[in-house]
């Protein structure tokens, strides 16, 4: 479940909003948790604070009711324009990639 070695793929809808480095983030979290054998259920939801820093900003890894949600900081100094829309994206764990895309319990009208 979410091997490294698979590629990584953002729907261009989740392209269009997050920047590239918080997606890559994203990533890098799996990775690591994966690591510590912490990932117990596919797919992962992940969640964002509307609180932010000039250099932060904050996310929660959500697995089912498997596990604690765990919240982490992301480095990100670019504009937070995405934050405040209480987007939630899921990472799923497909057999050759792993991707990340909108929730369906998204509200994404404002996107069109």
């Known amino acids: 479940m979410y091997e490294t070695t698979k590629r990584r793929h953002v729907s261009p809808e989740v392209a269009a909003v997050f920047p590239k480095e918080v997606t890559d983030q994203l990533f890098d979290v799996l990775k690591l948790m994966k690591k510590a054998d912490q990932l ?3 797919p992962v939801a992940f969640a964002f604070s509307d609180d932010s820093t000039a250099s932060e900003l904050y996310a929660m890894l959500i697995q089912r009711n498997l596990a ?3 919240e982490f900081p992301l ?3 670019g504009e937070k324009d995405f934050l405040g829309h209480g987007y939630i994206l899921i990472a799923k ?3 050759k990639a792993i991707y990340i895309d909108f929730s369906k319990a998204n509200d994404l009208a404002d996107l069109n």
Do not use: G, I
Request: charged residues 10%; glycine residues 0%.
């Open 40 to 42: 117990v259920t596919a």
């Open 68 to 70: 604690p949600a765990q």
């Open 75 to 77: 480095t990100y100094s």
């Open 93 to 95: 764990d497909n057999p």
